[in-house]
């Protein structure tokens, strides 16, 4: 009968290394499952992968490591495979520590692997790395270790991160074309005003003393623009509103926060676009059997507007005192009357975490939608705006002539 060579986990803090009997590796696992192990690393005595394997070096550690969303969503949808594929954990994450491609994510999955091979547990591994692995992430992980469904929890978090890298794309391209026509149109305005006015400034005044007012008024605003003074007061009125921006500190952002969520069409969108990532994080939590206090202080972190973001830092004091969820949200930024009332319908029901993950599906849908409204508005707004631009400096340009043609007339 074939021996293999293992490395386990009974508990927490212990790792046990020995040698078991069985017909096949699937054999070992059952039985080393059965006896209260968790197998790490299983190798049949004599085969070609008890040898050892030389690992990439992962070079010196990173200050403060940073892990774009993007690598950080394909590793997670590898590694819910590799577990539902029931690769050994300590395994799966040095195969995927191989593939990494980027330095500071090479280096987290390696000491994470070094960790999770001296005993400890994969959340309290992942818990080290906080500006990689949020604790939305490490919270879902440690439910997922304590129920044992680590693969279940590993594919929704992969469809949490799809989700929202999908929602930046659309951003992105939402505000990609607006964004070229705003840049192509100041270049253009300034090209004319800087380089080509200057030029026909001499042309127009030779043309007569009286020259129409838009004329005046354009030669006026080339001159200016023309000139260096110009940029430096521009710069320093940009420099000072830096500076006082970092002078009011949070309490200016607040300020500006506010400001924002008061605006038309962004004020709104605003809005759902934070229901929706707090609904969804708390919604997800709450499903996977984490208490719902824990789970809404951890929701409350993935709020990036701080205006939302204070009003729902009041929500744990209210479920304390024992107040309902749903009561605890009517009236706060985000207690819109179709989440209160879900959340309602959730209680009554005893889902709360499926109504909550109703609400983020509803709210990313609208959102989306308003994006897409708010990006079909702002296009035709840039471009009306730079032709009337550049046509008054066109009609500008010719009414001397005209006037000059008609008087020789």
């Excluded at 803090?13 to 059952?30: C, P, Q």
């Excluded at 952002?253 to 038309?264: E, G, I, V």
Aim: neutral net charge.
């Amino acid at each position: 009968m074939p021996t293999f060579r293992y490395t386990a986990k009974r508990g927490p803090d212990r790792l046990i290394e020995g040698v078991v009997e069985a017909d096949s590796r699937s054999g070992a696992i059952t039985q080393l499952a059965q006896s209260g192990y968790v197998p790490i690393r299983i190798i049949e005595q004599g085969s070609a992968d008890a040898r050892p394997v030389e690992r990439p070096t992962v070079g010196p550690a990173p200050k403060l490591p940073r892990v774009r969303a993007a690598h950080l969503t394909i590793f997670t949808r590898q590694f819910a495979s590799l577990v539902r594929s029931a690769v050994p954990l300590l395994r799966s994450l040095r195969i995927l520590e191989d593939q990494a491609t980027h330095h500071d994510f090479r280096y987290v999955l390696h000491a994470v692997a070094e960790e999770v091979r001296q005993g400890e547990t994969l959340s309290s591994a992942f818990h080290q790395f906080p500006t990689v692995f949020s604790p939305l992430y490490v919270n879902l992980i440690h439910s997922g270790e304590i129920s044992g469904a680590l693969d279940a929890v590993l594919e929704r978090l992969a469809e949490q991160l799809e989700q929202e890298e999908a929602m930046r794309v659309r951003i992105r391209m939402a505000l990609t074309y607006p964004g070229f026509v705003a840049v192509v149109g100041a270049a253009t305005v300034v090209f004319l005003m800087t380089f080509v006015m200057p030029r026909l400034s001499r042309l127009l005044m030779g043309l007569g003393e009286r020259l129409p007012l838009p004329t005046q008024i354009l030669l006026a605003v080339s001159g200016w623009m023309s000139t260096w003074w110009c940029w430096a007061v521009l710069g320093g009125i940009v420099t000072a509103l830096f500076l006082l921006w970092r002078a009011l500190g949070e309490r200016g952002r607040l300020l500006a926060d506010r400001l924002l969520l008061r605006l038309p069409l962004v004020g709104p969108l605003i809005q759902q676009v934070e229901i929706a990532r707090f609904a969804r994080a708390f919604g997800l939590q709450i499903t996977h059997g984490i208490a719902i206090l824990q789970a809404i202080e951890v929701a409350i972190q993935v709020s990036t507007h701080r205006q939302i973001h204070a009003e729902l830092s009041r929500l744990p004091e209210g479920l304390r005192q024992g107040t309902s969820l749903s009561a605890c949200l009517q009236g706060s930024a985000i207690g819109t009357p179709f989440l209160v009332n879900t959340v309602i319908v959730g209680e009554e029901n005893g889902k709360v975490g499926d109504a909550l993950t109703e609400v983020a599906a509803y709210y990313e849908r609208d959102s989306e939608r308003l994006l897409q409204m708010a990006a079909t508005l702002v296009e035709p707004m840039l471009i009306v705006g730079v032709g009337v631009i550049v046509g008054f400096i066109v009609l500008a340009v010719l009414l001397p002539i005209f006037e000059m043609s008609s008087i020789n007339l």
